[in-house]
């Protein structure tokens, strides 16, 4: 775990904010290598989704901590301003980032009059990757970590005592960041060959969604850290998991029926 990567001019450079840059140039390349320079409204979407997904990732906590804070006021009160600030405000969350980026890239192609699922289906491929990136940052940083494990696990990591403060030190856990950034990459190269294959008819960005929201589904059981929130049986990703995987279900479906519709029309004109 190297939390901080190195210094320039005696002020400490982070490592998860350098993978960060390294997630979103990556991304970028497999953008432009996947579309090449077709539509001068690539590299416009693709900023405002940055910009977005930037808003989502510190948003979404204090948007699902509101309700926590107003059931228990009475405790909550009590808590300096401070503290209740690093509260709300002290995570970024991966599934706000995500949907702030949609929501950005839906605002950008409804005022540009830009059709939505080709430009969706373009920058999945590049979402995974990034997110692939980010999870690194995470392993090193150590946050996001696993529960604890046996030690001759082959996925066991001891963290030292130079992390952020909320990893167990000197105990094995598993190294869960490294096993979702490597399923991401492989989701990576997978949507990239469908994109290539379908175009942007809607099916790349509907199987991102559907594949990682049931990985991370799965993932969440195998998390140890305890600030995702628990509301019930499932954490707060596990919820919007679920919630995504309906939608892009359901979306693929439509997205099957308009293909196969259309290529029947296309029988019909023959």
Not at 97 to 110: K, M, S
Not at 156 to 162: G, I, L, R, S
Not at 208 to 237: V, W
Request: aromatic fraction near 14%; charge should be positive; include cysteine.
């Amino acid at each position: 775990m190297y939390p901080i990567l190195f210094e320039v001019f005696g002020r400490p450079i982070a490592t998860y904010g350098t993978f960060m840059i390294i997630a979103a140039f990556a991304a970028w390349l497999l953008v432009r290598f996947l579309g090449g320079n077709k539509d001068r409204h690539i590299p416009m979407s693709f900023l405002m989704c940055i910009c977005g997904g930037l808003v989502g990732l510190v948003m979404l906590r204090p948007i699902t901590r509101i309700p926590e804070i107003i059931i228990n006021w009475d405790s909550f009160k009590q808590i300096p301003f401070e503290m209740m600030i690093s509260f709300l405000f002290g995570e970024m969350v991966f599934y706000g980032g995500l949907i702030g980026g949609v929501i950005a890239l839906l605002i950008y192609c409804r005022g540009y009059k830009v059709p939505v699922l080709p430009m969706a289906d373009l920058f999945a491929p590049g979402m995974a990757l990034a997110h692939g990136f980010g999870r690194v940052g995470c392993f090193f940083a150590g946050c996001c970590y696993g529960v604890h494990t046996d030690a001759s696990h082959p996925f066991a990591v001891v963290f030292p005592e130079t992390g952020l403060g909320i990893v167990p030190h000197g105990e094995p856990l598993l190294a869960v960041q490294l096993i979702e950034a490597a399923c991401l990459f492989v989701l990576a190269a997978v949507l990239s060959i469908v994109y290539k294959k379908t175009g942007g008819k809607g099916f790349t960005i509907c199987l991102y969604g559907i594949i990682y929201s049931i990985l991370r589904f799965i993932l969440e059981f195998f998390r140890g850290d305890p600030i995702r929130g628990i509301y019930g049986p499932f954490s707060t990703s596990q919820y919007i998991s679920i919630a995504i995987f309906i939608t892009c279900t359901i979306l693929m479906y439509l997205a099957i029926q308009r293909a196969g519709d259309k290529e029947n029309l296309n029988k019909i004109k023959d």
